[in-house]
């Protein structure tokens, strides 16, 4: 049997020999002797050892799925980045590999519940589901809670887990660049006015949507020599008891102002450029009344000493929040509904005035933009000290604020309850692959992969970037699935030799072509103006689906809409030594076995 190998090698070799392209010196043969050989290949006397392939690695010498250190870098320290500090570092427990650090601007955690400090603000969202789903909270005073008590929560929870452990405070970025020899974006950071250079792996923003407020464009707003506000910035030393205030807007912010400064003010006008629905409460069926009320501590001792309870009611609520989604689809009988009922509460709020309910009743579909509920708005305007002011404003004066019609009125002061950045561009300079701006990119129209990536940006994802599903349900619940999407990417990366990835510009181009087409069933897309739209009427902010789907989807990578990028020449060399983690370190091996 042996005796026959070096004829079947010989055969095989003879048969192939004219199509080899490795050169050696021949064996003289008949064949041969016929052909004359070159000198410079008669001199040599040994063959070359042979090409290798040019996805040819040697061996990783490590297991399968071996983590390598990987830098992180977020943008803010509001819900967002608490939920990827939370997920990294005790949900995953991927602190062990993953370097994080979190670059927050303010002197604490909180985001826009530290920022935000005007009179009234609150959230229109039920309490009770207005927590991180690891953190819920029996003891929240009351079933729409206020803004103060809300940055309380945030504050404790990141105590009570060591969230801030990995936050530099008054920390700003103010550039990234992306390195593509070395696969990082190499950052540049201000703190205490003084510069200094960073550099990550993975680039994550997590400043969010409503975080770059601005002053309205009117003519003369600084010229004002009284008190001039935004409410984003809300001066909480001012006094404006007794004072003629201005209040610009009707937005939810303007909303929530008006109630509270209402008794305390000489007089108040309020500047409406436009209606809005005045919507019931949120889940209000889970109210006594309809409206906000407060727990009793025998309410908060119960979900205190019964979590199961606590869970079950937050799931109610949850799920009715949920559902909204069917109320913002055109002509179903939940959207004609709710414009009866809210057509129905403002008429009663405005005591039939039908010259007010003709201006303020509008005439668009109900959601088409942001619904606020506004408890005690439209009973403010009919005060005797409040004044609702139609006509346009032509300019500010140094006294006051003058109408289009040439009539001027003076103020102590003058808020502006409006005026923010929403084009999702970040607030720094941002350059991707081959010179990319993202302010560039997203100035018109601002396009986003699952709302969190974009094509020439590699390793960088934001939380509630264009088309984000923040138009229904509880934005909590989706930055949660945002965060939880971002940490499997982070995974991959670390584990699987990756360099680079960003989504194609094909998969985003299939991807906003649906959403697009899906919009048009919306009332998002009935006749009204919102930050939802971009200058030319096109919806950039809003997800092509409910939040459950939104959830659903990213429960995937979705690998095939991807562009990857590795560190070797072979994208398998994270296979390692053909071993697992799980073998080596001497865990169980018949773990699938169940049953």
């Known amino acids: 049997m042996t005796s026959t190998l070096p004829r079947i090698f010989s055969a095989l070799l003879e048969k192939h ?76 427990k991927m602190d062990e590999y993953v370097d994080l650090t979190i670059y927050e601007k303010n002197n604490d955690v909180g985001g826009t519940w530290l920022e935000n400090r005007y009179p009234g603000v609150a959230c229109d969202v039920p309490a009770p589901i207005y927590t991180f789903s690891w953190a819920p909270n029996p003891d929240w005073s009351e079933f729409y809670a206020k803004g103060p008590e809300i940055w309380q929560y945030v504050k404790n929870t990141a105590n009570k887990h060591g969230l801030e452990k990995n936050i530099k ?20 950071i201000e703190r205490d006015g003084t510069r200094f250079n960073d550099e990550c792996d993975i680039f994550i923003n997590a400043a969010g949507i409503l975080n770059h407020w601005k002053w309205p464009e009117i003519t003369g707003l600084h010229d004002f020599k009284g008190k001039l506000m935004h409410s984003a910035v809300w001066d909480q030393d001012y006094d404006y008891k007794g004072k003629r205030v201005a209040l610009i807007g009707n937005g939810s912010t303007a909303l929530q102002i008006l109630p509270a400064i209402r008794e305390s003010c000489a007089h ?53 929040m949920n559902k909204f989604i069917v109320t913002l689809i055109k002509d179903t009988p939940e959207q ?16 039939h005035d039908e010259q007010l309910c003709e201006i303020l009743i509008p005439k668009w579909d109900v959601g088409c933009r942001r619904l606020s509920p506004g408890d005690g708005y439209l ?23 003058k109408t289009v019609d040439g009539s001027e009125e003076e103020f102590d002061l003058i808020i502006c309850a409006t005026g923010f950045d929403v084009s999702f561009r970040p607030t720094w300079k941002m350059i991707g692959r081959n010179g990319a701006d993202l302010s560039k990119v997203w100035e018109k129209d601002p396009k986003a992969y699952m709302s969190i990536m974009a094509p020439s940006f590699p390793n960088y994802m934001i939380f509630n970037g264009p088309n984000c599903a923040v138009g229904h349900g509880s934005l909590l619940a989706v930055m949660e699935a945002t965060a939880g999407y971002i ?88 296979f390692g030594n053909g071993f697992t983690v799980r073998e080596t370190e001497g865990q169980d091996l018949s773990w699938y076995l169940m049953q």
Request: hydrophobic content about 35%; charged content about 30%.
């Open 17 to 92: 020999k004219d199509s080899s392209d490795v050169k050696a010196t021949p064996k003289r043969t008949k064949s041969s002797k016929k052909t004359p050989i070159e000198p410079t290949i008669a001199a040599k006397t040994e063959a070359k050892a042979p090409v290798e392939a040019p996805n040819h690695i040697p061996i990783n010498e490590i297991p399968t799925y071996t983590p390598r250190k990987t830098r992180v870098v977020c943008v803010g320290a509001g819900f967002s980045g608490l939920m990827l500090a939370y997920l990294i570092q005790k949900e995953k």
């Open 169 to 188: 405070f008054q920390s700003k970025v103010i550039e990234s660049i992306w390195s593509e020899a070395d696969g990082k974006w190499k950052l540049v």
């Open 268 to 320: 108040v006008v309020n500047y409406i450029r436009r209606p809005t629905w005045i919507s019931a409460n949120y889940a209000a069926h889970h109210t006594r009344d309809g409206s906000n009320f407060k727990y009793t501590e025998e309410e908060k001792e119960a979900m205190r000493n019964d979590p199961a309870k606590l869970l079950a009611y937050r799931k109610s609520i949850e799920h009715d």
């Open 336 to 351: 004609k509904g709710a414009v009866a009922a809210f057509t129905q509460i403002m008429r009663e709020r405005l005591q």
């Open 379 to 401: 009973e403010s305007l009919m005060s005797s000290n409040v004044t609702p002011e139609f006509r346009g404003i032509d300019q500010v004066t140094s006294k006051g604020i």
């Open 487 to 574: 940490v499997k990417w982070i995974k991959k990366y670390a584990t699987e030799d990756i360099k680079s990835f960003e989504p194609t510009p094909a998969a985003l181009s299939d991807l906003e072509e649906y959403t697009q087409e899906f919009l048009k069933r919306t009332v998002w897309t009935s006749g009204c103006k919102s930050w939802y739209k971009n200058a030319d009427g096109k919806l950039t902010a809003l997800w092509g689906g409910s939040a459950v789907q939104y959830r659903e989807v990213l429960e995937v990578i979705r690998g095939e809409d991807f562009s990857i990028g590795w560190n070797s020449a072979n994208r398998f060399r994270f």
